[in-house]
């Protein structure tokens, strides 16, 4: 078979022609998807606006066959001299049952159908004389889109190849025409010796058919083939795009049921910890009936009770009261009997106070403890030291300041007592150290506070630290403390008569 190039443009124009023609007599609901838009152009255009659209469905085999079948019914003698008759009848019956595999996939190629659309609409706006600039063919159509017949014999009996050569010998008596030349192309035949010489095949007018215009050039074709290499890659993105969707549906739907499964499962769960919620508010509903008849019993022996209690109250009121009336009734036979004058004088009225001697001590010339001069004696002995209760001072001096008001003024008064007197001063106080004025600390006063244990216990260290026979002067209220350090040879001072002494200076 020869290529596009070497089919003269009448021929192609004839067979164009016959294939708008056989377009005309397809059921609308069987027309193949990349003719849809031509079958709907003007009959006198189709040959024109939809001639590459028509050309490249002639590769699919049954549209090929249709047009076959038309051709015969034209040219009847000449295709009984051809000697396709019975090939035409063979044809007639495959093409019924393609033109129903053909109906039943016009739904898949809505996508190529579309392209399709677009395509014969940009074609139906050209010019009368000019060729459709962009096609698309179903996916599937056997042949190229270049103009080149099938290789094959599209549809022919095997027992119309095997008589091919006495049929070729038959094709070389007809007369050259393109009537026969298009049978002879669309069956396969040699048609070269069959086409007319070009100034015979001019067209002097249009035919009875409307087959005078050239058909498609080798440009058209060229970008038909690019248009249509163009429209597959597309076609195979949205069926790329397509079976990504329905991954992501099938995805999806698998999802949904997973979700409606946990639903139920959720559903389900939610019935039983109703059913047991429900359980449960029966049960406390029982036990609250239970309760209330228990709580009605208890208020009822609590009031029974409450009635005996009052009963045995009033029996043992009446039995102390009659037992007091006989105590005082024999008190009073007592009295009577035993004549008792009256008394003055109470138990205590007749308890004499002790005789306390006067407390004296060495070198105090007859003075008392509580004489503040007995303390200056004391502290101008050579090398006194002078150990203070603080908080036990400060408590009865200076009760209604903080304690801290309270160290401050102590420590300034001994600091000045220290500063008359020369002798050693140490203040004792109980709790955590906390900042000194610095005064104090100029003075010489040593302030010591009693972490871990309490200030008495700290001043019983020091006196005991202290080497007998050196004057060592504690002032303190406890007694307890005065006892111990006294039974160690200090000299012990009231806490008043310290406090008697700060105020004087």
């Known amino acids: 078979m020869a290529d596009d190039a070497q089919i003269p443009a009448a021929l192609r124009a004839e067979i164009v022609a016959l294939a708008a023609r056989t377009l005309a007599g397809y059921d609308p609901a069987a027309v193949p998807a990349t003719l849809r838009r031509v079958a709907a152009f003007a009959p006198a255009k189709r040959a024109v606006a939809g001639a590459v659209p028509l050309w490249s469905a002639l590769q699919e085999e049954s549209f090929r066959a249709r047009v076959c079948r038309t051709w015969a019914g034209e040219h009847p003698d000449l295709a009984s001299r051809l000697g396709v008759v019975d090939v035409a009848v063979h044809t007639a019956a495959d093409t019924t049952a393609a033109d129903t595999t053909t109906a039943d996939t016009t739904a898949a190629d809505t996508t190529t159908a579309t392209t399709g659309d677009t395509i014969a609409e940009t074609a139906q706006d050209t010019t009368a004389d000019g060729p459709l600039d962009d096609t698309t063919v179903d996916e599937g159509a056997p042949g190229t889109c270049d103009g080149t017949p099938p290789t094959t014999t599209d549809g022919v009996p095997d027992d119309a190849v095997d008589d091919r050569p006495a049929r070729a010998d038959a094709s070389s008596d007809l007369e050259p025409s393109l009537a026969a030349a298009a049978g002879a192309w669309l069956y396969a035949r040699p048609w070269e010796p069959l086409v007319p010489p070009p100034a015979a095949s001019a067209p002097h007018g249009p035919g009875p058919h409307g087959s005078a215009r050239p058909g498609p050039s080798q440009a058209d074709l060229d970008r038909a083939t690019a248009e249509l290499a163009r429209v597959r890659e597309e076609r195979d993105g949205a069926h790329e795009e397509l079976a990504t969707l329905r991954k992501q549906a099938r995805r999806l739907r698998s999802d949904a049921d997973r979700a409606r499964a946990e639903g ?79 008394t003055t004088d109470l138990p205590a009225d007749l308890v004499a106070p002790p005789q306390v001697p ?36 400060t408590k009865t001096a200076y009760p209604e300041l903080t304690l801290e008001q309270q160290r401050r003024l102590l420590v300034d008064g001994l600091g000045a007592l220290a500063a008359r007197s020369g002798a050693e001063v140490t203040c004792c106080f109980d709790g955590q150290p906390t900042p000194l004025p610095a005064t104090a600390l100029a003075r010489g006063i040593r302030v010591r506070f009693s972490v871990g244990e309490i200030a008495d216990d700290l001043i019983r260290r020091l006196v005991q630290a202290e080497p007998t026979g050196r004057v060592v002067v504690v002032v303190t209220s406890d007694q307890e403390v005065a006892r111990d350090v006294e039974a160690r040879g200090a000299h012990v001072v009231p806490s008043a008569t310290l406090v008697a002494r700060l105020h004087h200076a």
Do not use: M, W
Request: aromatic letters at 2%; zero cysteines.
């Open 264 to 342: 139920r499962r959720a559903l389900s769960e939610a019935q039983e910890l109703l059913e047991q919620a429900r359980t449960a508010r029966d049960e406390a509903a029982t036990a609250l009936e239970v309760a209330t008849d228990e709580r009605r019993a208890a208020d009822a022996e609590r009031t029974a009770a409450r009635a005996e209690l009052r009963v045995a109250r009033k029996l043992a009121d009446a039995r102390v009261r009659l037992l007091l009336d006989t105590i005082v009734d024999a008190a009073s036979g007592l009295r009577s009997e035993l004549a008792l004058a009256p």
């Open 358 to 393: 006067a407390v004296g001590r060495v070198g105090s010339r007859g003075r008392f403890v509580d004489d503040p001069e007995l303390l200056d004696e004391l502290l101008r002995q050579p090398r006194a030291h002078l150990v203070v209760d603080g908080y036990n001072v």
